[in-house]
């Protein structure tokens, strides 16, 4: 009798790949538009989906609203009211997207790490530099595209509801230089630190719940601070702990509203959030850097 184990050959039907092998690049792109997908709910359920046209709404609502209010009712309303602009606009929208990138934000990052997906992006050829400038740069542009809109839109209402739309723009040109540059800003900072935060941890509740939680608190803390008189000369320097206004600090120093006779010199802001900005760019590629090793 023959104890012998009996071999079998199956085919599987593998092929070799014979295609173009497109690198790095190839990867960041697929990355990239993987991300702005992840950032729009695309590919995923119906609630994935209805929370970013949530926060679009949220954030064209007050541009819609000011449109019409200046442009239809502005020379019934002018001495009367002070309808705001576009150098109040960031400041009003402010809490609508840092709970946008609070939320969004971990879905990019949480479920990778979670799911050890990210232990398959980071093999050769992409590096973790690769994948936080792919995740990053996604939901950038995303952020920029939300901060955009209601400004566009504040514009082209203002504009089409005057009576001489060209006199307008000609009075008004440099608020659309001011308004894209703060944007951007802002974008930076609302893109970075959400980020960052979503790194630590796995979880993408505790990273919204963390990220909402340091926007309010800081702000809680900082206003009681600042509007309690016996802290006298320390209530100034308060601001700096309010990440939930920065924002609102960006803007009013792009638009010419921050006045450095009654808050802190204006270089020292700017060196301050450009700290805040780097310090949490730097966590966030240290933190896959490390993962990578």
């Known amino acids: 009798m023959n104890d012998a184990p009996e071999g079998r050959v199956f085919d599987l039907g593998y092929r070799r790949y014979d295609g173009a092998r497109e690198g790095r690049a190839r990867a960041r792109q697929a990355l990239f538009v993987n991300g702005i997908r992840t950032c729009f709910g ?7 989906k209805l929370l970013p046209i949530l926060f679009f709404v949220s954030v064209m609502t007050p541009a819609a ?25 960031y400041g009003i929208v402010s809490p ?11 879905e990019l990052l949480c479920p990778d790490r979670r799911e050890r997906v990210i232990d398959l ?105 600042a509007n309690e008189g016996q802290f006298g000369e320390i209530a100034r320097w308060a601001r700096l702990i309010d990440i939930g206004g920065i924002q609102t600090e960006i803007s009013d120093m792009i638009f010419g509203e921050y006045e450095s006779a009654e808050n802190l010199p204006r270089a020292l802001m700017i060196a301050w959030y450009t700290l805040i900005g780097g310090g949490a760019a730097y966590a966030l590629w240290w933190r896959y850097r490390s993962l990578a090793r």
Do not use: C, K
């Open 96 to 106: 609508i997207l840092f709970i946008f990138a609070a939320i969004i934000a971990p």
């Open 42 to 48: 695309l590919g995923r359920g119906a609630w994935a």
């Open 65 to 89: 609203f000011f449109s019409v209010m200046g442009g239809l009712l502005g020379d019934v309303l002018v001495d009367i009211v002070d309808l705001p602009g576009h150098e109040d606009y």
């Open 121 to 225: 992006y980071l093999v050769r050829p992409m590096t973790a530099t690769d994948y936080v400038l792919g995740r990053w740069s996604a939901f950038f542009l995303v952020s920029v595209a939300f901060i955009y809109s209601g400004q566009l839109l504040l514009l082209a209402g203002l504009t089409l509801g005057a009576e001489e739309p060209l006199e307008y723009l000609r009075e008004n040109w440099l608020d659309i230089p001011r308004f894209l540059a703060a944007g951007l800003a802002i974008a930076v900072i609302t893109t970075t630190i959400p980020l960052a935060a979503a790194s630590l941890t796995t979880r993408r509740a505790y990273a919204s719940a963390g990220v909402i939680g340091l926007f309010v608190l800081s702000s809680v803390v900082s206003g009681m601070v």
